[in-house]
């Protein structure tokens, strides 16, 4: 037994809500507690951690997040679920904290207060890889991240140079953070289930984050050789030094940015911030 075990299953919940997912949140529930709970044990979280979740939704990954004792952190944008999430709230005696805002717009920093933290969320698909920018990029850092998204978004985040999936987001990742694919989850879990099938992916940051300047320079670097990444190295960084800025990191100005290793776009980058 648990102190959630007198709630109403959540199928049963959102019925009565009269709730269904909203398309233009990028939701698509999780109710299957198996699999949810397969996730927070996957996400190997210390007793010490506090969990930070974004889009709970009606709260089954809340659920299992919660019964492993853990001290959680909802982020939560649509208010139809706040009376779901209010009785989740109540049965957790003080260890769920509702926040109902946009998480691009929320301050991890503030709201922790210095406490560690992990991030364990099947993430609204909508903004799914903003997010992971923020928490890459910015200035929180979480002991680990252990996040749900569109098994191609995964494959994006695992790359490697030469790889077809490989680009801007595989760079950002592999320069801040050590990821692996830990599991695939079919549509058929969700409701609604949606056209594609889904995978988790966990993110340990590297214990030494790059200097400002550096990601920042990174940050461009990427962008500007991706955007254009059928074109060679010369013509998509022109805007930013091109051919010179390729002599400088030691780089052929020929290759384009799929063939250009983490290395080799963290020399680029240095080039670019000396100069700047």
Partial sequence: MTAFDHLPPLRESLAAHGLMANKGFGQHFLLDLNITRKIVKLADLSPDLT???VGPGPGGLTRALLETGARVIAVEKDERFRPLLNDLADAANGRLTLIFDDALKVDEKRLLNGVPAAVVSNLPYN???ALLIKWLTG???????TLMFQREVVDRIVAGANDEAYGRLAVLAAATASARRV???PAQAFTPPPNVTSAVVRLVPT????PTDLLDALQRVTAAAFGQRRKMLRSSLKAIGGESLCQAAGL????RAETIDLSGFLRLARALSDKT
């Fill in 207 to 210: 214990d030494a984050p790059l």
């Fill in 252 to 255: 052929s100005a020929d290759r």
């Fill in 51 to 53: 969990v930070i979740e």
């Fill in 139 to 145: 200035p929180f850092r979480p002991e680990s991240l």
């Fill in 127 to 129: 903004v799914g890889t």
């Fill in 183 to 185: 599991m695939d989850v």
